[in-house]
């Protein structure tokens, strides 16, 4: 199972882990792990991403890690790239056989 949400540059595939198929907890375990890797400088630092994106990812990452300095010294994480839109909704299947994930603010 691919899922993917148009804020972030990567998928976030979904593997079963038991014999019948994806569980709810497989897609909630995969979408937080991956979600806490922490990002290379190549994907902060680029051409395609743009000074005001780029601005809205430190801020999230700002509000995420205030007062929890070692939080701070892990860096942004792919977390952040959602902005202000990290509470997860749900997830709609779309026509080519993806997931888009769908967040909102608090």
């Keep these: 199972m691919r899922l993917f949400h148009p804020l972030l540059p990567w998928?976030?595939?979904v593997f079963k882990s038991v014999d019948n198929g994806v569980t709810v907890q497989d897609?909630?375990?995969?979408?937080?792990f991956q979600l806490q890797?922490?990002?290379n400088a190549r994907h902060y630092f680029n051409e395609e991403l743009r000074s005001g994106t780029r601005e809205r990812i430190t801020e999230a990452?700002?509000?995420r890690t205030q007062g929890q300095d070692q939080e701070k010294m892990k860096g942004i994480k792919k977390v952040d790239y959602l902005e202000e839109k990290n509470i997860f909704v749900g997830l709609?299947?779309?026509r080519n056989g993806l997931w888009e994930m769908?967040?909102?603010s608090v």
């Design 37 to 39: 890797t922490q990002i």
């Design 102 to 104: 769908k967040t909102r």
């Design 27 to 32: 897609v909630i375990m995969h979408v937080y």
């Design 61 to 63: 990452y700002t509000q």
């Design 11 to 13: 998928y976030i595939d």
């Design 92 to 94: 709609v299947r779309t």
